[in-house]
């Protein structure tokens, strides 16, 4: 299957820092990328949908000026987490299809624990 | 109507048992049921899916039953062993590329051996 790689896999923070998360397609190209967040225990639930060279478009409650996102290429999407506080932990997965299917492959996810 | 709703939260079988998990959707322009395996501090990973062309589809120990008429689907697990102990969750899309999908709540399966 297609490789998605996100980084960094952990990361633990002072409150009212940010923090940026990467999601690269390895081996192929996504012009749409898809960021989800998941609690513990809990299902995955859609943040934002990115797209290579426009604005992403943000599920209804997900506050954009927080949530940063940038598709700068057709293998690149990255996340930042603006001025994070503790109820911003949580464990951050970013999805990717090779455009030719419907298939969504998932990058390894990130937990991030703000202090 | 965007949600998928999962049965059962838990589930616990004996090594060789065959757990099923079930789904059930209200949009009916969904037209792609995919299943992903999902390990603590990990990505899901995409194990099986289905269109609803077809009632049924296999990959290994790992089947899909899909009934279009109620708007159900699942997922049997044959032979089913430790290491398949995991978090599973249905999901469904509308099965064009670059769609997101919508996912189930999850179910925690534990196989003792």
């Known amino acids: 299957g297609a490789v998605v790689s996100q980084h960094p896999s952990r990361v633990i923070c002072k409150s009212g820092t940010s923090v940026k998360i990467e999601c690269r397609s390895l081996?192929?190209?996504?012009?749409?990328m898809f960021w989800y967040r998941q609690f513990p225990k809990q299902s995955l639930m859609l943040m934002a949908t990115?797209?290579?060279?426009?604005?992403?478009?943000?599920e209804q409650g997900v506050e954009k000026d927080k949530f940063l996102i940038n598709h700068a290429s057709l293998t690149l999407s990255t996340l930042t987490v603006t001025s994070a506080h503790p109820e911003d932990s949580s464990f951050y997965i970013c999805?990717?299809?090779?455009?030719?299917?419907?298939?969504?492959?998932f990058g390894s996810g990130t937990q991030l624990s703000v202090l | 109507q965007q949600q998928v709703k999962q049965s059962p939260q838990s589930l616990i079988v004996q090594k060789g048992g065959i757990p099923i998990i079930n789904c059930a959707y209200e949009n009916t322009a969904f037209d792609y049921f995919p299943w992903y395996q999902q390990f603590p501090g990990k990505g899901p990973a995409l194990l099986i899916a289905?269109?609803?062309?077809?009632s049924e589809k296999k990959e290994g120990r790992f089947t899909i039953s899909f009934n279009k008429s109620a708007k159900q689907f699942s997922l049997h697990i044959m032979d089913s062993q430790p290491g398949d102990s995991a978090t599973y969750f249905c999901a469904a899309g509308a099965g064009q590329a670059g769609t997101a999908l919508i996912f189930g709540k999850g179910t925690t399966l534990s196989v003792s051996s």
């Open positions: 081996d192929f190209q996504a012009t749409t």
């Open positions: 990115s797209n290579e060279g426009s604005k992403a478009t943000y």
């Open positions: 999805s990717a299809s090779p455009g030719y299917n419907e298939k969504l492959f």
């Open positions: 289905i269109r609803p062309d077809v």
